[in-house]
C-alpha cells in the first residue's frame, strides 16, 4: 500500500509504540495484514471527511489513539465471549466505529454496520471495500424502526456513539439471539440500574455481565464497555 509521505493517517506517524503496547495489554496484537487493513480506513476517513464530515476535524490527528483503538478495545473481549462465525451488528456506525476496525481485526466473525445516513452507509460499504474485508456489509437502517430486520438476529450488537445509555438499551438488546451480547461503549461511569434502564433489562430478559475498564493512549480518563447479555 502507498501512502503519501505527508498523509495524517501514516500508520507509523500514528502507531506509535505506546499504542501498540495498550493494543497489547488489552490482549490484541495486530498482525501486518490487520494493520494495513487500518491504515486503509484511517487514509478513506481523512481522504473523505471534508466532504462528509464523518469525524470532528481536530480529532483528525487523533484517528488511530481516540477512535481506531477506542473501537479495537473490544476485541479481545468479542474473542472471549463468541464462537467463530458470529453475526454482530453494529447499531449505529457512522463512518464505520467500532464495526469497520473491529471486523479487520477479527476476520472469524461477520458484521453488519446499520446507520440511518444513507450517505455514511455508502462509505463505510467503499472503506470496507478499499481494506479488502470479506466479513462486512453496511445497510441503510434506523435502529427501532426496522422490524423484522431487528428481531433476535445477532450473537452480539455494539454501539460506541450513543446518546444516554437507557434511550437505546432495550432497542439494541432486542436486536440479540437469547444468550447473545450487547456491547455498550461510555466515556465515563455511567449508572446501568436507573429505573429506566432495569425496565429496559426487564423487557428485554437480560441482565448487566461486567464492564471493562480502559485508559486510551494518551489519556488518564477511565473509560468503560458495558456487557449485558440477554437469557
Not at 484511517?42 to 476535524?57: D, G, M, P, R
Not at 473501537?71 to 454482530?88: D, I, V, Y
Not at 464495526?99 to 463505510?124: I, M
Not at 455511567?190 to 437480560?206: E, F, N
Request: hydrophobic share 45%.
Amino acid at each position: 500500500m502507498n501512502l503519501n509521505s505527508d498523509n495524517l493517517s501514516n500508520f507509523g506517524e500514528f502507531m506509535e509504540r505506546e499504542i501498540e503496547e495498550r493494543l497489547e495489554l488489552w490482549g490484541l496484537k495486530l498482525d501486518a495484514q490487520t494493520k494495513e487493513s487500518l491504515e486503509t480506513l484511517a487514509h478513506e476517513i481523512k481522504k473523505t471527511n471534508a466532504v462528509l464530515n464523518l469525524i470532528s476535524k481536530n480529532d483528525e490527528p487523533l484517528l488511530w489513539s481516540r477512535h481506531l483503538s477506542d473501537s479495537l478495545a473490544a476485541a479481545p473481549l468479542l474473542k472471549n465471549l463468541l464462537s467463530p462465525g458470529a453475526l454482530m451488528a453494529d447499531a449505529g456506525s457512522g463512518p464505520g466505529f467500532p464495526a469497520l476496525p473491529l471486523a479487520a481485526a477479527l476476520p472469524a466473525f461477520n458484521f453488519e454496520l446499520w446507520d440511518s445516513n444513507r450517505k455514511r452507509v455508502e462509505f463505510a460499504l467503499r472503506a470496507a471495500g478499499a481494506m479488502k474485508l470479506k466479513n462486512t456489509t453496511a445497510f441503510h437502517r434506523r435502529i427501532g424502526q426496522s422490524g423484522a430486520f431487528e428481531l433476535a438476529r445477532y450473537d452480539a450488537v455494539v454501539e460506541r456513539a450513543m446518546g444516554k445509555l437507557e434511550n437505546i438499551l432495550f432497542q439494541c438488546l432486542n436486536m440479540l439471539k437469547s444468550g447473545g451480547v450487547f456491547l455498550a461503549w461510555q466515556s465515563g461511569l455511567v449508572d446501568a440500574q436507573t429505573p429506566a434502564s432495569l425496565k429496559a433489562l426487564d423487557k428485554a430478559g437480560a441482565k448487566l455481565e461486567t464492564r471493562f475498564a480502559y485508559t486510551l493512549p494518551g489519556e488518564t480518563r477511565e473509560r468503560f464497555i458495558l456487557i449485558f447479555r440477554r437469557k
